[in-house]
């Protein structure tokens, strides 16, 4: 979160997997129930529901805007604030970008003030206006002044990857490719192979801690299923990458998300690469832009409002 003059600029990266602001990481499910819950951590209490956020996966048209409204929450209380002027910075999938951002803006500007509860406090909030980016390119904005030559980005996320070509710092829109190689598909992968192999399920938040290198307690037999699994989706993301014209001895590689993590915690490191292991980087970098742009219209330079 930034401040800029009297508003506060959030920046929010909605994921299929994970919700990222600068500072926070928070599993994207939502569910929503009628009554009060036994546990009010992680609740939202909005438009007289209590919506309960890292459960399930997003499926319903609302559930972004449930998701949006707790990672102002997130953000603000970190601060200790609960009134506030926000400026949202959001991002797109490069293949949706100039499609959907201005619906998506729209989307989330639907109510200019909002009140809303999270962990026993009320918010009120003012959404004055709303910034839309494209993913991946946003994250690695710190290192474009070092893209010289031919460059790759492979923004990759839960559900796809995201590919874009950077050539002498220049975005060229239309190498723009989404591959649907997301993390998710090595989890069912070794989800798959421990049931094949020992009959048994594997519950997802091992498998994250395994993609992490967190330390747990797990047995050699299991941890080399993994392994594999892990080791066969990292091929398919680099064969994906070879299909979409990357080659390791004349570019660049910047590797993005999740995606990032998986790859440099087991070894595949690819020549001339740099991974961003920092999954809030999109959302630092929406940050970042907005600022710059509302920076620039204050000195009459360009237009506040950037959908």
Same mark, same amino acid.
């Given at each position: 979160?930034? *401040?800029?003059?009297?508003?506060?600029?959030?920046?929010?990266?909605?994921?299929?997997?994970?919700?990222?602001?600068?500072?926070?990481?928070?599993?994207?499910?939502?569910?929503? %129930?009628?009554?009060?819950?036994?546990?009010?951590?992680?609740?939202?209490?909005? #438009? +007289?529901?209590?919506?309960?956020?890292?459960?399930?996966?997003?499926?319903? #048209?609302?559930?972004? @805007?449930?998701?949006?409204? &707790?990672?102002?929450?997130?953000?603000?209380?970190?601060?200790?604030?609960?009134?506030? %002027?926000?400026?949202?910075?959001?991002?797109?999938?490069?293949?949706?970008?100039?499609?959907?951002?201005?619906?998506?803006?729209?989307?989330?500007?639907?109510?200019? @003030?909002?009140?809303?509860?999270?962990?026993?406090?009320?918010?009120?909030?003012?959404? #004055?206006?709303?910034?839309?980016?494209?993913?991946?390119?946003?994250?690695?904005?710190?290192?474009?002044?070092?893209?010289? +030559?031919?460059?790759?980005?492979?923004?990759?996320?839960?559900?796809?990857?995201?590919?874009?070509?950077?050539?002498?710092? *220049?975005?060229?829109?239309?190498?723009?490719?989404?591959?649907?190689?997301?993390? $998710?598909?090595?989890?069912?992968?070794?989800?798959?192979?421990?049931?094949?192999?020992? %009959? =048994?399920?594997?519950? $997802?938040?091992?498998?994250?801690?395994?993609?992490?290198?967190? =330390?747990? $307690?797990?047995?050699?037999?299991?941890?080399?299923?993994?392994?594999? !699994?892990?080791?066969?989706? !990292?091929?398919?993301?680099?064969?994906?990458?070879?299909?979409?014209? &990357?080659?390791? *001895?004349?570019?660049?590689?910047?590797?993005?998300?999740? +995606?990032?993590?998986?790859?440099?915690? %087991?070894?595949?490191?690819?020549?001339?690469?740099?991974?961003?292991?920092?999954? !809030?980087?999109?959302?630092?970098?929406? $940050?970042?832009?907005?600022?710059?742009?509302?920076?620039? !219209?204050?000195?009459?330079? +360009?237009?506040?409002?950037?959908?």
């Amino acid at each position: 979160m930034i *401040k800029f003059n009297d508003t506060f600029i959030i920046g929010i990266d909605h994921g299929y997997g994970n919700l990222k602001t600068a500072n926070t990481v928070t599993p994207s499910g939502v569910k929503i %129930h009628e009554s009060e819950p036994p546990f009010k951590k992680d609740v939202l209490e909005y #438009d +007289g529901k209590y919506i309960c956020i890292g459960e399930n996966h997003k499926t319903a #048209d609302m559930d972004n @805007y449930y998701l949006t409204l &707790y990672g102002i929450a997130q953000e603000l209380s970190l601060a200790g604030i609960t009134d506030s %002027h926000v400026h949202l910075a959001v991002g797109l999938s490069l293949m949706w970008y100039s499609e959907q951002r201005e619906s998506f803006a729209e989307y989330l500007r639907q109510n200019e @003030y909002v009140e809303f509860g999270y962990n026993g406090k009320t918010y009120h909030i003012y959404i #004055d206006s709303v910034s839309v980016y494209p993913q991946g390119y946003c994250a690695v904005y710190d290192k474009l002044r070092d893209m010289d +030559g031919v460059n790759m980005i492979a923004d990759i996320g839960n559900g796809t990857m995201n590919i874009l070509k950077v050539i002498d710092h *220049k975005c060229i829109i239309d190498s723009c490719r989404t591959e649907k190689l997301g993390v $998710e598909k090595c989890v069912f992968r070794i989800r798959n192979a421990v049931m094949n192999k020992f %009959h =048994e399920g594997i519950d $997802e938040s091992i498998i994250t801690k395994f993609f992490r290198n967190e =330390e747990q $307690e797990l047995p050699e037999e299991y941890r080399k299923v993994m392994e594999n !699994c892990t080791a066969d989706y !990292c091929s398919d993301i680099l064969a994906a990458l070879y299909n979409n014209e &990357y080659n390791s *001895k004349l570019m660049k590689l910047y590797v993005v998300g999740g +995606g990032a993590v998986v790859m440099s915690n %087991h070894n595949i490191n690819p020549p001339n690469t740099t991974f961003i292991t920092d999954i !809030c980087a999109n959302a630092k970098g929406y $940050e970042f832009q907005a600022k710059r742009n509302l920076r620039k !219209c204050a000195d009459g330079k +360009g237009n506040k409002s950037q959908a």
